[in-house]
Every structure is written in C-alpha cells, then in structure tokens.
C-alpha cells in the first residue's frame, strides 16, 4: 500500500468578515484541514462573532475555537472603549489619510497571531491564515508586509515545532487584494457574503457611515454585485 497523503493543517483567524471569510475558502480550496479560531476580544461589534459561527459552519472547519480576551482593560480604541466610531469620511481620506485613526486596536494581529501559533503548536498546525490587506484599508500598522514578516521570523525562533524543523507558516494571501477583488473572488468561491459582518458598530443592521462600511460597499459596487446584508443607511 502507497502511503497516506500527510493533512495539512492551517489555523484560520476568523473574525466574522469578509476578509477572514475569503480567507477560509481559500485555504480550503487549496487543501488545508481548517481549525478556525475566533476572538472575543471585548469589541462593541460582537455581532461579527456570530457570523464567524455561521462562516466557520460554511466551510465544515475541523474545529472552531472562540477566545474571550479583554481588551477593553486597555481601551485606547473606539473599538474597545466609549471612544466614537469615525463615520462619514470620505473614501478617499480613509484609504489616503497618514494618520491611523481610533479603531486601531493597540497590538491587535500580535495577540492574535501570538495565540494562535500556540493553537497552532497543540494541534500541529503547518500554517497560519490570517486575512489581512493593505489596499483598501485603514492603514493599521500591523496589517503590512513588513511586518508578517518579522512575525515568521518570531514565529521560527519561538516554538518547539519550529525549533525541531516543522515551520510554521504565517500565511496572508489577501494582502494585496483589494475590496473589489475580495468580492469577486470570494464570489468564485462561494462565500457566503451574507454571513459577514464589517461594520464597527453593533447594530441589527450595518451603519453604512464608519469606514468599515463604506470600504466594504465601495467594493461590492466596483465588483458590479449588490452586498446582501442590510444597512441603515447607504
């Protein structure tokens, strides 16, 4: 008898929107067992967690782990604290602007990363998929090259599995992808868009004003598809 194809497995950050979501059905497209993991971090939009729920059922994940972490004993984010979300800029100034605005949680993709190479060292991952992009975003500093980078780099001095020859790869195939290329791949694939969640408020229905919103349904209208989810104002 031949031997038996290895599994390969990936841990999948899935937040609940459509980033992560595509993310998924990428890595499931390309043949990894998904283990997907879930932050409830404290975040006003918790709705985006049951939508990881939903996403991670999409996608028959091996195992779906949610985190709770409070990062609302730091605040510093409108995400994370009382602070107001931004709403209403222009498309332009969120996509252009050098300063980084209020919803940038301090560390955020460092925690996360950090604790799921530790899943990913238990379950004997060989990859992590985190679905950051640095097109159409809001110019977060931990959602660049440079530093997905660095994190391998800590990543292969950091574990017992990477110490003993067994990288761990840290894999974010999206970041050069835009809202409108998001769209239509995730639409080639299959992802159920009207699973996800972007808005930073956690309403019944999306604001359509926060920056989230509107990089979100810039991309849909660029793609030529009407987004599924419903929004209070548009």
Known sequence: MGRKNKVKRAICLISGGMDSA????IAKKIGYQIYAL???????HKKEIRCAKKISRALGVKEHRI??????????SALTS?????TNRSLK???????IPITYVPARNTI?????LAYAEIIKADAIFIGANCLDYSGYPDCRSQYFKEFQRLANLA??????GKKIEIKYPILYFDKKKIVKEGIKLGVPF????????????ACGKCDSCVLRLNGFERAGYKDPIEYESQ
């Open 38 to 44: 879930t932050f409830d971090y404290g975040q006003r």
């Open 112 to 116: 996360f990363l950090s604790l799921a």
């Open 93 to 99: 100034k969120i996509k252009y602007s050098k300063e």
């Open 22 to 25: 595509l993310l998924g059905f």
């Open 82 to 86: 009382k602070i107001k979300v931004p």
């Open 194 to 205: 009207e699973y996800t969640w972007s808005c930073y408020e956690g309403n019944k229905r």
């Open 67 to 76: 985190l709770k972490i409070d990062l609302r004993q730091f605040g510093g």
């Open 159 to 164: 574990t017992k599995r990477t110490i003993s």
